[in-house]
């Protein structure tokens, strides 16, 4: 079976206030939006990169976020790896996975892109393909 990898970019789906707050409504529905890409949902691995986000999310916003993936784990594969800058709040991160996988996902936090396609897609089960 090949699996096929969306990198859905943070900034594509959180979203602020005019004043600068966490809009948790919008980012909801966007980040729903993002993974509901027109493939079938067995063959989807997500990637949420955070890399450039520029939103502080509190603990309630993280694990209201992991509530929706919750019910719209149909959507996707099975994993979700999100990436979050070198110098980002990994703790954060660590939450979300945390409360992810209480909920039965399998969501990994990670620094590096390497690593989370790593995990991702392990090497005994990467796809085949040309060197190019």
């Given at each position: 079976?090949?699996?096929?990898?969306?990198?859905?970019?943070?900034?594509?789906?959180?979203?602020?206030?005019?004043?600068?707050?966490?809009?948790?409504?919008?980012?909801?529905?966007?980040m729903i939006k993002a993974?509901?890409?027109?493939?079938?949902?067995?063959?989807?691995?997500?990637?949420?990169?955070?890399?450039?986000?520029?939103?502080?999310l509190t603990t309630t916003?993280?694990?209201?976020?992991?509530?929706e993936l919750d019910k719209?784990?149909?959507?996707?594969?099975?994993?979700?790896?999100?990436?979050?800058?070198?110098?980002?709040?990994?703790?954060?991160?660590?939450?979300?996975?945390?409360?992810?996988?209480?909920?039965?996902?399998?969501?990994?936090?990670?620094?590096?892109?390497?690593?989370?396609?790593?995990?991702?897609?392990?090497?005994?089960?990467?796809?085949?393909?040309?060197?190019?």
């Amino acid at each position: 079976m090949t699996l096929k990898l969306h990198v859905i970019h943070a900034k594509e789906f959180v979203k602020l206030t005019p004043s600068g707050e966490f809009d948790f409504d919008s980012t909801r529905d966007l980040m729903i939006k993002a993974i509901s890409v027109e493939t079938k949902a067995s063959e989807l691995e997500i990637l949420f990169d955070f890399r450039q986000a520029c939103a502080d999310l509190t603990t309630t916003d993280i694990w209201y976020l992991a509530e929706e993936l919750d019910k719209n784990r149909g959507l996707f594969h099975e994993k979700i790896a999100v990436l979050i800058r070198e110098d980002g709040n990994f703790d954060n991160a660590k939450f979300f996975e945390l409360c992810a996988t209480n909920r039965g996902l399998d969501v990994g936090a990670f620094k590096s892109y390497e690593d989370a396609i790593g995990w991702l897609f392990p090497s005994s089960e990467a796809p085949a393909g040309d060197d190019s």
